[in-house]
């Protein structure tokens, strides 16, 4: 392994590579013990990709404001690339057509991330149950942690549901 | 082509320099829409919306559902703005159903429905500011809505999606002590709104980013058939609440807002100064409001409409919104039709945008005004 | 009928009897409406209004110009409802818009009419330039054959598009297009605009479209 890193032809593959093991061997070794203090660091620095999908986003955009201000529970506002996201905020209605949009976001995004209904209509479908263009719910697309309801829920809702999200975090396996 | 280029850029004949950009659904500046954008270096060549990503066939639903069920469903595509969405729907109701109004419902509606235009134009406000990059500008406004969001509260105990206007009148009628509360909130909401003027819209790299950038003219903006602040900044005065006043806006104090220039700056100015005018309107509306009498005019239970159609509309903050009712003698509509401002407005897109620079396309895009999930209804 | 129910003044003696009423059959139910004195007749107004001078004018233009062509449905307080046959609406839409001074369309909507197997499809044309025109709204209507077995853009459902006399309709009768399956001829790009691009159903807004569970 140690050839492959010194030979310039293949180094930056290899390079690659052997940093992956590395960190998994790393995190192997230390993850165990280390679980809290690996969730610790997650759960302050929760970074929503910024994903609007239906009205609940009106709500969404009240939590970030002065008055609520979701990040002094250590939620950042949603901007930036969905390369460094870790939480995805479903914030209401999944359309037929947005459905495959959102599980490319999904897929995109690095491990290990959180998935957080909002609103009833990300839930069940809500008001618009027997629409021909909305699903009954996310859960056939995404893997859901927490379940936001509420039509829409209100912002201290949301800063609750994220504190759950934080508290299941807390809990979870460090790797 | 409304822009002039700069000398040296074409816009025709050039394959392979041509690159496409999907632009949204996930993107910070487009919304809950896509726009397929072809670039030439900086240059915007061409423009072509996708909506769609929201459309819950609300029109099909309120075929299924009699004129009372309808309400909650039809007021969720801009549940910032619930009041002004439902009003045309309770027009139209009422004047299929042969209804009257109390005269303090009217102007409690009214008042409900200036409330509701400032909270949306001031959360439109907010989320042009951040993509903008100026992150003041979208905690000030979101802060200030906060306190109109609580008066509604009190009127109708939701907090955004009120369900407030019903056919016949209003829900409830107001809290005590309301007319003093409001006007405390109003007067301080005045002296906020001057001190936007100073951090936002003289802000130089503000200008310089949407001053003569996205030019509609007049003539432009009429064949398009754009509505609402879109049309009125580029110096139509047209405001369905001046031209075909419902309700009671004919006994109002107010001047529709209306800017010559057409460009960006001129867009998302009008929305600001039409904030001065719903407070106007506020205030005049509860001085010369009767302070006592019934707020509503019971229907009966599952009321039928006749075999009619209606057409009605109101100035919303995005522009006109009219609803297309046919009915034929059953309890549910035959037919419901929702003419959004948005929906309007997005023909302009591709216009706009043809020839702008890419970095430009935030600035002028949001200052359309334009609300994806209304217009995909 | 808004006084009758301040009469009864009982509004929560209205509501147990519109309970019982979901168990009653059609026939009970009418009955039982009878005994308590509530008028079961359709609920729209009785009394024909007086019909308004300037819109009276404007509507006579139309018919004068078209004679036999044109209906007039109806003429109110600030609507006109103008009826015509799919092959003569270019004509009527010149005519309402170098004549009269109509320079816009607010929406295009479809209406299925699956009885009389045709579509209706209705412009609402209003005015930005005339002052006189601003709070009339004219409604064009006009009745493209319906297929039994919608198959867009290729069956009978077409008529002539009004996008060179009215720009504004381009992205309303795209989505006419899709939600009615009405092929507009003429059109720059009747492409999907709202539904899903795995849509393979017939057009949403059709009667013959159930949604779920309904």
Not at chain 2, 4 to 30: A, C, F, K, Y
Not at chain 2, 60 to 77: F, G, S, V
Not at chain 2, 347 to 371: F, H, R, T
Request: aromatic share 10%.
């Amino acid at each position: 392994m140690l050839k492959e890193f010194f030979n310039q032809e293949t180094a930056p593959h290899a390079t690659n590579v052997l940093v992956g093991k590395l960190g998994d061997i790393l995190v192997r070794a230390v993850g165990k013990p280390l679980d809290y203090a690996i969730n610790w660091g997650r759960i302050w620095s929760l970074w929503p990709v910024h994903l609007e999908t239906a009205c609940c986003s009106v709500e969404f955009g009240a939590a970030s404001s002065p008055r609520y201000d979701v990040e002094r529970f250590g939620i950042i506002e949603a901007f930036g690339s969905l390369r460094q996201c870790d939480l995805i905020v479903v914030m209401g209605t999944i359309t037929r057509k947005m459905a495959p949009r959102l599980r490319m976001v999904y897929d995109q995004m690095p491990d290990p991330k959180y998935v957080i209904a909002m609103g009833a209509c990300a839930i069940t479908g809500g008001l618009y149950f027997d629409s021909y263009n909305v699903l009954p719910g996310i859960d056939g697309v995404l893997p859901v942690d927490i379940y936001v309801p509420g039509c829409p829920p209100r912002p201290e809702t949301l800063i609750q549901g994220c504190m759950l999200l934080q508290e299941k975090i807390k809990r979870m396996k460090g790797a | 082509m409304t822009t002039q280029l700069p000398p040296g850029i074409q816009l025709e004949n050039i394959d392979d320099r041509i690159m496409t950009l999907n632009v949204g659904p996930q993107h910070p500046g487009s919304g809950h829409m896509r726009l397929i954008i072809k670039v030439d270096g900086d240059y915007i060549v061409s423009c072509d919306p996708d909506p769609g990503y929201v459309h819950r066939g609300e029109e099909k639903m309120a075929e299924y559902r009699n004129y009372i069920q309808n309400i909650p469903h039809l007021e969720r595509p801009v549940i910032h703005d619930s009041s002004n969405i439902l009003y045309p729907y309770c027009l139209a109701v009422e004047e299929l159903l042969g209804i009257e109004v109390p005269e303090r419902a009217k102007y409690i509606r009214v008042i409900a429905a200036e409330l509701n235009r400032c909270i949306y134009i001031l959360y439109w406000l907010a989320i042009y500011g951040i993509f903008l990059g100026h992150s003041t500008m979208f905690m000030w406004p979101a802060g200030d809505r906060e306190l109109f969001i609580d008066l509604l509260e009190a009127m109708s105990g939701a907090r955004v999606t009120h369900a407030y206007l019903v056919p016949g009148g209003v829900r409830n009628d107001l809290p005590a002590n309301f007319e003093e509360r409001c006007l405390r909130q109003v007067d301080y909401f005045e002296k906020r709104l001057k001190e936007y003027q100073a951090v936002f819209y003289k802000n130089p790299i503000l200008i310089s980013r949407t001053e003569g950038t996205g030019i509609l003219s007049r003539t432009d903006a009429i064949r398009l058939g754009t509505t609402g602040s879109v049309l009125r900044a580029s110096g139509v005065n047209f405001d369905i609440r001046k031209k075909e006043p419902y309700d009671v806006y004919e006994n109002l104090d107010f001047e529709p807002v209306v800017m010559k220039e057409g460009d960006s700056y001129a867009r998302s100015y009008v929305p600001y100064l039409e904030m001065f005018e719903s407070c106007r309107i506020i205030r005049d509306a509860i001085r010369k409001m009767p302070k006592s009498g019934s707020v509503r005019t019971k229907l009966k239970p599952n009321p039928k409409g006749g075999n009619d159609e209606v057409y009605k509309r109101v100035e919303s903050g995005r522009g006109a919104l009219g609803y297309y009712i046919v009915s034929n003698n059953r309890p549910e509509p035959y037919r419901v039709k929702i003419s959004v401002g948005s929906f309007r407005n997005l023909i302009c897109m591709p216009y706009l945008l043809k020839g702008e620079l890419l970095g430009n396309m935030p600035a002028v895009y949001w200052s359309l005004n334009y609300w994806p999930v209304e217009a995909d209804r | 009928m808004s006084s009758e129910n301040e009469k009864d003044g009982q509004p929560s003696g209205t509501a147990e009897s519109s309970e019982d009423v979901k168990s009653l059959s059609k026939d009970e139910a009418k009955k039982f409406y009878e005994e308590k004195g509530i008028d079961f007749s359709p609920d729209a107004p009785v009394k024909p209004k007086p019909i308004p001078q300037f819109e009276k004018s404007i509507s006579d233009k139309i018919a004068s110009k078209f004679s036999s062509k044109v209906t007039v449905d109806y003429v109110r307080n600030g609507r006109i409802r103008v009826s015509t046959k799919k092959e003569d609406i270019l004509d009527v839409a010149h005519f309402i818009r170098d004549e009269l001074g109509y320079d816009h369309a607010e929406s295009v909507s479809g209406v299925d009419y699956p009885d009389s197997k045709e579509i209706e499809v209705v412009y609402h044309l209003g005015s930005y330039t005339d002052e006189k025109l601003a709070n009339q709204v004219l409604t064009l209507a006009t009745r493209v054959p319906r297929e039994e077995i919608p198959t867009p853009g290729k069956d009978s459902s077409r008529m002539t598009s009004l996008r060179e006399v009215f720009y504004s309709v381009e992205f309303h009768e795209r989505e006419c297009f899709e939600m009615f399956g009405v092929y507009f001829e003429g059109h720059p790009d009747n492409r999907r605009l709202l539904l899903p691009e795995d849509w393979a159903d017939i057009p949403p807004f059709r009667k013959d479209f159930k949604i779920k569970g309904r």
